[in-house]
C-alpha cells in the first residue's frame, strides 16, 4: 500500500509519487499578522504538522514552508488605527501567531518566507507578467489579465460565466475584466515600495507563486491551505504559475475543511470567536489538536463544548492508560523499544487511506483498552510492545500526553509506597502516596 490522498485540483483520489524520489517540498499558506489566530485557523496548522510528521514516519525528506503575510491592508488599517508602525504590528502578531502554533503542539516549518523580504522578486515577477502580455498597469495599479489563461477555475471547477457573474458585483472600472485581479496596489496611506509602476504594496495572491518559486524552483509536490483559499486565491495562483512557468504550480493541492462554532462560521468581526491564545492550558491544546486530527479533514468540523468534553475524555482516558502503564514497567524495571508490527501496519493503512482518521482513533482507543488489560494482568513483556506502540503512533499524530518517566527520587518513593503496601503498613504507605499525588504521579 502507498499514500494515497484527495487532489483538489483533479478532484481525486491519487497514489502520492513525488517528483524527486523521497525528497518532498510543501508551502501551505500563512497567516496574515494583525490579529490572534482562533481554533478554526489552528486546523491547517495542526493537519499540515501531521502531514509533515506522517511522511517522515513513511521516509521521506520533508521541506516545508509557511508564509508570512506581514504587509496587507489589514495590517495597514491596524496600524494606523493603534499609531504603530506595520513591522510593529506584525511582528508582535507573529510572535502571538508563533505561540499559539506551539500551544496546538505543531512545530515551526523549515522555511519562513516573509513578504516585506521578497519585495524586488515581487516586482521582477510583475514586471515579466507585464512583458508577456499577461498583466497589464492602469494609474499605479496592476492587474492579471485573467482571460488569458485558459483553464482558470481548473481547481474550483466554476466555470469563468459563474466566475464573471459573481464577480461582477465588485466593479472596478480600472480593470478590463471583472475577474482580474491586482498584482501591485497604488497606496495613499500606510507602508509602500518605489516599484516601476509606481509607489505602492504588492497583492496577496503575487506574493505565494513568487515565494514559493524563489524557494523551490520547479512545480512544487503538495500545495495546502483551508478550503477558504481555493479561490480566489489558490486559483490566481496557479493563474500566475501557468502563465510564467507553464505549470499548475504544484503537483497536488489539499484544502482542510472549516471548523465552525455551533454550526456558525467563526468570525472575527462577528465576535462568535475562540482564540488559541485564550486555551488554558497546553492539555487543552492537545485536546484541540486531537479534535482536529480525528475528525475528517475535508469535512466541516461543527466545534461545541459537547465535542470537545468528548475529546477531553478520551485525552483522560489515554493519559490515565499510558500513566499507570508507564510506571508499572518502570517499577518492574522493563526497558526496550519493540512495536506492535501488526498494529502499526493498521495505522499505515489507515493513513494511507486519505488519512482515514476515524479508524485511526478506532484502533487508539483498542490499543489503550489492551494496555489497561494487560497492566492488570501484569504481562509486562506484551505491555512493553504495546506501549511503546501506543505512544509511536501518538508522536507520528504529535499528539503530546505530558508523561515522563519517573526520576530517581519518585521511583524511590514509588517502590516504597508499594513495599508499604505489600507489608500492610498502610500509614507508611499513605506518606508516600501523598508524595506520588503531589507529584501528579498517582
Ligand atoms: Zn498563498
Known amino acids: 500500500m502507498a499514500l494515497r490522498f484527495y487532489n483538489s485540483l483533479t478532484n481525486k483520489i491519487e497514489e502520492f509519487v513525488p517528483q524527486k524520489g523521497k525528497k518532498v517540498n510543501m508551502y501551505v499558506c500563512g497567516p496574515t499578522v494583525y490579529n490572534y489566530i482562533h481554533i478554526g485557523n489552528a486546523r491547517p496548522v495542526i493537519f499540515y504538522d501531521m502531514m509533515k510528521r506522517y511522511l517522515e514516519f513513511l521516509g521521506y525528506d520533508v521541506t516545508y514552508a509557511s508564509n508570512i503575510t506581514d504587509v496587507d491592508d489589514k495590517i495597514i488599517n ?11 504590528v506584525a511582528k508582535f502578531f507573529e510572535e502571538q501567531y508563533w505561540n499559539s502554533v506551539e500551544m496546538v503542539g505543531s512545530k515551526k516549518p523549515d522555511l519562513i518566507p516573509h513578504a516585506t523580504q521578497y519585495i524586488p522578486e515581487m516586482i521582477n515577477f510583475i514586471n515579466d507578467l507585464i512583458h508577456e502580455g499577461y498583466a497589464y498597469g492602469n494609474d499605479g495599479d496592476v492587474f492579471f489579465r485573467v482571460g488569458k489563461i485558459k483553464d482558470y477555475g481548473c481547481l474550483s471547477n466554476q466555470v469563468s460565466d459563474d466566475l464573471e457573474s459573481g464577480a461582477r458585483i465588485a466593479v472596478n472600472d480600472k480593470k478590463e475584466s471583472p475577474l482580474d485581479f491586482a498584482l501591485w496596489k497604488k497606496t495613499d496611506k500606510g507602508i509602500k515600495w518605489d516599484s516601476p509602476f509606481g509607489a505602492g504594496r504588492p497583492g496577496w495572491h503575487t506574493e505565494c507563486v513568487c515565494m514559493n518559486h524563489k524557494l523551490f524552483g520547479d512545480t512544487i509536490d503538495i500545495h495546502g491551505g483551508g478550503m477558504d483559499l481555493k479561490f480566489p486565491h ?6 500566475q504559475s501557468e502563465a510564467l512557468y507553464h505549470n499548475h504550480l504544484a ?3 489539499l484544502h482542510v475543511g472549516r471548523l465552525d462554532l455551533q454550526g456558525e462560521k467563526m468570525s472575527k468581526s462577528l465576535g462568535n470567536v475562540i482564540f488559541v491564545k485564550d486555551l488554558e492550558s497546553k492539555k487543552d491544546g492537545m485536546i484541540l489538536r486531537s479534535l482536529i486530527l480525528f ?4 469535512s466541516i468540523i461543527s466545534y461545541s463544548e459537547d465535542l470537545k468534553n468528548q475529546y477531553a475524555k478520551e485525552y483522560d482516558k489515554w493519559q490515565r492508560a499510558y500513566k499507570q502503564a508507564l510506571y508499572t514497567l518502570q517499577y518492574n524495571d522493563i526497558n526496550g523499544d519493540n512495536l506492535n508490527d501488526a498494529e502499526i501496519n493498521k495505522f499505515k493503512e489507515f493513513m494511507d487511506d486519505d488519512f482515514n482518521v476515524q479508524n485511526v482513533l478506532t484502533l487508539i482507543t483498542d490499543i489503550v483498552k489492551q494496555v489497561n488489560v494487560l497492566t492488570r494482568s501484569k504481562d509486562y513483556q506484551n505491555l512493553l510492545v504495546e506501549l511503546n506502540t501506543f505512544k509511536k503512533i501518538l508522536d507520528v499524530l504529535g499528539i503530546n500526553l505530558f508523561i515522563e518517566k519517573m526520576t530517581e527520587e519518585q521511583l524511590d518513593s514509588y517502590k516504597k509506597w508499594q513495599d508499604a503496601r505489600n ?16 507529584w501528579n504521579i498517582l
Do not use: M, Q
Open 78 to 88: 491596524k496600524a494606523i488605527a493603534e499609531g504603530k508602525s506595520e513591522e510593529e
Open 251 to 253: 503537483k497536488y493541492w
Open 295 to 298: 475528525s475528517p479533514y475535508r
Open 234 to 239: 489558490h486559483e490566481n495562483e496557479i493563474a
Open 423 to 438: 507489608n500492610k503498613d498502610f500509614d507508611t504507605a499513605d506518606i508516600y502516596r501523598a508524595k506520588l499525588v503531589e
